[in-house]
């Protein structure tokens, strides 16, 4: 039997297992996801998605190899925070499915979709009111700027989602853009792994990233704060 939850306690859930930041967004919401990136297209009862998001050291950008390590690590602590927020959830009586940090991307194309049935944890944040998606196609948030990492929790629970934020953070600033050095952010429309992919490598099963200029150019790289 279903006892009562709200959206209070299951963002009190998110924060006692380490998320700094917790949104939540109407599966109803999703409308504009490509077949395969809904939420019901994961959990066909999904009444909201639950997103939990988490900041990483800013002192990580000043090292390839330590941001690559430091990723690799929240991807799993991510993952983790949403299986506890799930485990309790249930507990409720309500059904689950956890979306791994991996994450994936509103992309035509992206194999990943059929493979493990993601949604898009940067435009799950956007809509759940976390931040907006910059032109660097990273989600970024007033206090904690670009330096977060996600994971999700769909749930068949009806919680209040919250309210998008808004921004004009991007207004009459192209840099990143300009900058990237595989011309990856020229149409986000058609952003995907091949324009990153001379700035990658794969060793022992794990992703070792070379390029992270569109996430340390940013001017909001840090939030408003800086």
Same mark, same amino acid.
């Given at each position: 039997m279903e006892t009562g939850i709200n959206s209070s306690i299951v963002k009190k859930y998110g924060? $006692?297992?380490?998320?700094?930041?917790? &949104?939540?967004?109407?599966? *109803?919401?999703?409308?504009?996801?490509?077949?395969?990136?809904?939420?019901t297209d994961v959990l066909p009862e999904c009444l909201?998605?639950?997103?939990?998001?988490?900041?990483?050291?800013?002192?990580?950008?000043n090292d390839i190899a330590e941001y690559t390590t430091s990723r690799n690590a929240m991807l799993t602590a991510m993952t983790n925070m949403a299986k506890e927020v799930a485990k309790r959830i249930k507990a409720d009586g309500y059904k689950t499915k956890v979306i791994?940090?991996?994450?994936?991307?509103?992309?035509?194309? $992206?194999?990943?979709?059929?493979?493990? &049935?993601?949604?898009?944890? *940067?435009?799950a944040a956007e809509i759940a009111g976390l931040g907006v998606i910059g032109k660097n196609y990273l989600l970024t948030n007033p206090q904690y700027g670009n330096l977060l990492w996600f994971s999700a929790v769909l749930?068949?629970?009806?919680l209040m989602p919250d309210e998008k934020a808004g921004s004009a953070m991007c207004d009459n600033c192209n840099k990143c853009v300009e900058a990237c050095p595989a011309g990856?952010?020229?149409n986000l429309a058609s952003f995907g792994k091949?324009?990153?992919?001379?700035?990658?490598?794969?060793? $022992?099963?794990?992703?070792?990233?070379?390029?992270?200029?569109?996430r340390t150019i940013c001017p909001f790289r840090f939030g408003n704060s800086e």
């Open positions: 924060v $006692d297992v380490g998320a700094n930041i917790v &949104g939540i967004a109407a599966s *109803k919401d999703f409308g504009l996801a490509p077949d395969g990136f809904k939420p909201s998605v639950i997103v939990l998001g988490a900041a990483f050291s800013p002192e990580v950008l791994s940090a991996a994450g994936g991307k509103w992309v035509d194309g $992206d194999g990943r979709k059929e493979q493990f &049935g993601y949604i898009s944890l *940067k435009h749930t068949d629970a009806e990856a952010l020229d091949k324009g990153c992919s001379k700035f990658f490598t794969i060793e $022992d099963r794990k992703l070792k990233i070379k390029c992270f200029l569109c």
